[in-house]
């Protein structure tokens, strides 16, 4: 009898460090749908460059939860201008998964990921539990650099799409370990104690050392690193979120691994992920929204302020999935102010942004499936 307790506490125990990482889920007590502004963030317009056809270098940006509300948030937010609007190729996803009508995370980054759809809760597998490769696992094999961001832990379902082949999302552990089977070139994001915190004791930073990769903690230091291989860790777990202080993470991040990869001359596939759109909408929450996207749109800068002069840069931005069913009842461009209300604290199966810059930009006009974007970036690199 004892031994069937003990083992029931350590299965809740388990189940509660599983679900530690889900915390982001929990809404307050408090009405927290009003924004009440703040600073505008400087935009810069570019020209889009219609010299080459095919790219050479792909930057593919996920907001997570971000349905066109979630951008014209950003929008209204910033007194009416974002670097989104810069991008003149825009169009539709559908995101469903293989299992359900609203997808979660994990089979929505695994069909932006490797062209397929799978169940909910998969991470880079398919429907069967059987490993599909994926693109950058297909830039990496044609010789690219490659890159994996995130403004959640590293090895969350949206970046763990890009990395690992897991049947559940939840295998925090087991997608870390994951990492050290790619020969990927940069990551940064949340999530250290994945790698060196572990139950089964193994420290895989000093793995990840041998195998040439420079481990550093804390974004001030990540930003010093400008060649080589990059394993960058900003927090133990996930990071803050911008109401919280965050700061300026996922541009310096975006902006120094873009840096790192453009050093190789056969080109680079980069997946830039801004994670904690998607917990605003699963707070209900608007502010949290607002700063969470005007932070993506500053990555989305840094990555505009690059393809402009390089020429042969490719940027997608688009989405897993919407959070929250949001809507914006009122606002004000002068203050930036926004009243939102939400019709759920979850995702839901509605159509999602697409939106495209650069040498082939224009193929991602019009509606289509989420597993049509990896489809088309495979077509236009030749991964």
């Known amino acids: 009898m004892m031994k069937k307790i003990a083992l029931l506490v350590f299965i809740c125990f388990l189940a509660f460090i599983s679900n530690a990482q889900d915390d982001y889920k929990i809404k307050s007590?408090?009405?927290?749908?009003v924004y009440n502004g703040g600073k505008s963030l400087p935009v810069k317009h570019?020209?889009?460059?219609?010299?080459?056809?095919?790219p050479k270098n792909i930057i593919l940006m996920i907001g997570d939860g971000m349905g066109v509300t979630q951008v014209f948030s950003g929008i209204v937010a910033n007194g009416g201008d974002l670097f989104l609007k810069n991008f003149t190729n825009i169009g539709f996803s559908e995101t469903q998964s293989a299992s359900d009508f609203v997808t979660d995370s994990g089979a929505g980054g695994t069909a932006l990921s490797t062209g397929q759809r799978t169940y909910n809760g998969a991470i880079g597998v398919d429907t069967d539990s059987v490993a599909i490769q994926n693109i950058r696992e297909k830039a990496e094999l044609k010789g690219?650099?490659?890159?994996?961001?995130?403004?959640?832990?590293?090895?969350?379902?949206?970046?763990?799409?890009?990395?690992?082949?897991?049947?559940?999302?939840?295998?925090?552990?087991?997608?870390?370990s994951d990492f050290l089977k790619t020969n990927i070139d940069v990551f940064i994001g949340g999530g250290l104690k994945n790698f060196n915190a572990r139950k089964d004791g193994v420290d895989l930073t000093l793995q990840l050392k041998k195998k040439g990769f420079q481990v550093v903690v804390g974004i001030d230091s990540i930003s010093k690193?400008?060649?080589?291989?990059?394993?960058?860790?900003?927090?133990?777990?996930?990071?803050?979120?911008?109401?919280?202080?965050?700061?300026?993470?996922?541009?310096?991040?975006?902006?120094?691994?873009?840096?790192?990869?453009?050093?190789?001359?056969?080109?680079?596939?980069?997946?830039?992920?801004?994670?904690?759109?998607?917990?605003?909408?699963?707070?209900?929450?608007?502010?949290?929204?607002?700063?969470?996207?005007?932070?993506?749109d500053q990555a989305i800068g840094e990555a505009l302020e690059f393809a402009s002069k390089n020429k042969?840069?490719?940027i997608i931005v688009t989405a897993d999935h919407e959070t929250g069913g949001f809507a914006i009842e009122n606002g004000n461009f002068k203050n930036g102010n926004i009243k939102g209300n939400f019709t759920i604290d979850d995702h839901t199966g509605t159509l999602v942004p697409i939106f495209a810059f650069g040498p082939g930009a224009e193929y991602f006009r019009g509606f289509?499936?989420?597993?049509?974007i990896p489809a088309l970036i495979c077509k236009l690199a030749g991964f």
């Open 46 to 54: 570019y020209t889009e460059s219609t010299k080459n056809k095919m």
């Open 144 to 176: 690219f650099a490659t890159g994996v961001i995130s403004t959640s832990a590293i090895t969350h379902a949206t970046p763990a799409s890009f990395v690992a082949h897991e049947p559940n999302r939840d295998w925090y552990e087991e997608i870390a």
């Open 29 to 33: 007590n408090q009405d927290l749908k």
């Open 312 to 314: 042969e840069t490719l």
């Open 368 to 372: 289509h499936k989420n597993t049509d």
């Open 225 to 296: 690193i400008k060649s080589g291989k990059l394993a960058g860790f900003t927090s133990e777990g996930h990071n803050k979120s911008m109401v919280e202080g965050r700061g300026n993470v996922l541009p310096t991040a975006t902006k120094t691994a873009i840096n790192i990869l453009s050093n190789d001359p056969d080109g680079f596939f980069l997946m830039v992920e801004g994670s904690q759109i998607d917990w605003g909408g699963h707070q209900n929450n608007t502010s949290y929204i607002a700063t969470e996207m005007l932070d993506f």
